[in-house]
């Protein structure tokens, strides 16, 4: 899951990110709103936390502009300024949750796992195929109950497949949803991250379409 | 007519001495002018009395040693009435020779010699029949008279003044009528020459009542300075409210985003129970921050005139959102607010009064809320928010709106939800009152606010 967090305040900024980075999401940071509204036009973003007071462009617009240009990612605006007009104002601008500053970074990494959850159309916090189950709060992965240990690179990767299981996912997506924008990137090592997921769950869940990608699907 | 109207008695009470002095002066200066004209009128008629008299004493067949007669009687058969009130009087060197049958048996009062000029000369004396009498004089030389002759003719002036008497009444009763006229139109012309500032004191009360934000309408040359000037002072106070919101909304900004900064480090610290103490001392900080900010907001705004915001669009922009802020929560959200009803005061404390209390009842209910608003007695509007959740005992009631309760701390929420309604509520002049709802069996929350 690839996550864009825009917030003009460096500190909190490095906070988010970590905190995120740790969930494991990968992702890609603006430090004001034309950077911002730029990225996420252009990139594939699973989720967006906005701050409303940025620098350039203020965030309600930018969020406008990106649902006026049919960008549907969940977007959860984070503002200092926490009156229910403001609230208003932003959900109907298409914000999909709102948090207020200050505000513990639990309850943001809550949050976001909902909407990404319920952006893929999962209702519950545990995600299953077959044997295989996703505890999205904790990010901990089990195969007929038995945890597995996985690295946060192929975490993201499963992670991705289980949101959106029964659709076929191409490598590109894939790559493109697993890694952020300044990371150096390798389609190859996608492949490398589906054999060893393969090998560390034990079970057939993961198929490959020739020449299209990767779908999810109990056996 | 209150303040206006001590203008308008001023302005009517100049016109009545104004009026009354000018048709008294004009009644006098009539009436003299009138009795002169009688007066005239009088004289010239007896002259020719005396003249007639003249000519009667003077005719041929009248000799020296002869006695003194009159050719002929006078035409004016009033001479002949004995006390008719016209008289006349031939006397010579002091006695009386000759008088008219109406003198009877009296004289014309004495009034001692007349000059010799052979002009006509007016003097008053007691009338025989009672009254005041005119006598008019002249000494005549016949010629065949050894000494001349003081011819006088006499009227009483209770005729004259009879007549200017009359000529007075008529004009007083004219005058006054003239007068009744004058002031009905003087008060016309106040009433009409007031009525912009009937009309500035009703757009004045509009402002007030929050039905608008600036005097509307055009007004006399007079008025329109003062109605300007009022709208500079109106738009500068409008203005500057709009900037202490903004410097507020942006003090909360550079303030919390520190805190979130600060809050989240404490998280990580190896330090358990000072990163407790400073997790704890950020919440606080964050609830006086929003406390006050809406404190001094909505105090500023409850005393700011010509506030009014439409309760329908405010509440609708909340039944939107509260549901799509608690997504896992099947909410059915039934609303009912009539269109046209406006509360007197800012559209952000309406939202944030009605907005927390239908966060309460998201988190709490089972499933359904009702949020309805109606008029509530003169100037008043309620706003209802039920839903079918476990309620609040009534005992409770009364300490949840005490500051920082919550009695429920699994339920996340700041705790100062209703006691910031409540706030909010009393600045309006407002209440906050929680019961069971009766339809829904949970919560009923009733915000009673000023209406516009």
Known sequence: MRLLVVEDDPQLRAQLRAALEAAPYAVDTAPDGEEAAFMGETEPYDAVVLDLGLPKRDGLSVLRGWRAAGRSMPVLILTARGTWQEKVEGMDAGADDYLAKPFRMEELLARVRALIRRAGGQAAAEITCGLVALDTRAGRVTVAGQPVTLTAHELRVLSYLMHHQGRVISRTELTEHVYAQDFDRDSNTIEVFIGRLRRKLGVDVIHTERGLGYRLAAP | ?452
């Open chain 2, 1 to 452: 007519m209150g303040r206006v109207g001590s203008l308008g008695r001023r302005l009517l009470a100049l016109a009545v001495i104004w009026v009354l002095l000018a048709l008294l002066v004009a009644g006098v200066a009539l009436t003299d002018l009138f009795r002169r004209h009688v007066e005239a009128d009088l004289t010239r008629a007896m002259e020719q009395h005396l003249d007639q008299l003249t000519a009667a004493l003077s005719a041929p067949g009248q000799g020296a040693g002869r006695p003194l007669a009159l050719a002929r009687e006078l035409s004016d058969p009033r001479f002949e009435r004995p006390l008719s009130g016209l008289y006349w009087q031939v006397s010579q060197a002091g006695t009386v020779r000759l008088r008219s049958r109406s003198l009877w048996d009296q004289d014309l009062p004495g009034g001692g010699p007349v000059p010799a000029d052979g002009a006509l000369h007016l003097r008053r004396a007691a009338a025989p029949e009672g009254g005041t009498l005119l006598i008019w004089e002249r000494r005549v030389s016949l010629p065949d008279a050894d000494q001349p002759l003081d011819i006088a003719v006499a009227a009483n002036a209770a005729a004259l003044e009879a007549a200017t008497g009359n000529f007075a009444r008529v004009l007083a009763l004219s005058l006054g009528v003239l007068a009744l006229g004058l002031l009905a139109a003087a008060l016309v012309q106040v009433r009409l020459g007031l009525v912009p500032l009937d009309r500035l004191r009703a757009a004045l009360a509009d402002l007030r009542a929050g039905r608008s934000t600036r005097v509307q309408g055009a007004f006399p040359s007079e008025v329109q300075p003062l109605v300007d000037d009022l709208n500079q002072v109106l738009a500068d106070n409008a203005d500057m409210v709009e900037r202490a919101r903004t410097q507020a909304g942006n003090l909360a900004h550079a303030l919390k985003t520190p805190l979130a900064v600060i809050a989240n480090s404490a998280h990580g610290m190896a330090d358990a129970e000072g990163a407790r103490l400073i997790a704890a001392e950020t919440e606080r900080m964050r609830r006086q921050i929003d406390h006050h900010l809406s404190r001094a907001r909505a105090a500023a705004m409850a005393r700011g005139a010509g506030l009014r915001t439409a309760v329908a669009p405010a509440l609708a922009g909340l039944a939107r959102t509260i549901p799509r802020l608690h997504p896992d929560r099947d909410i059915a959200l039934d609303l009912q607010v009539p269109d046209g009803l406006l509360f007197r005061g800012e559209g952000q404390d309406l939202q944030e009064m009605a907005g927390n209390l239908l966060d309460n009842a998201a988190k709490w209910c089972e499933g359904r809320i009702r949020l309805s608003a109606a008029p509530a007695g003169p100037g008043q509007l309620c706003i209802i928010v039920a839903d079918d959740g476990p309620g609040i005992p009534a005992d409770r009631r009364a300490a949840v709106l005490a500051r920082g309760t919550r009695l429920d701390e699994a339920v996340p929420g700041s705790g100062l939800g209703l006691a910031i309604v409540d706030d909010l509520a009393r600045l309006y002049g407002g209440v906050l009152e929680l019961d069971e709802d009766t339809a829904l069996g949970g919560l009923s929350a009733r915000l009673t606010l000023p209406r516009a």
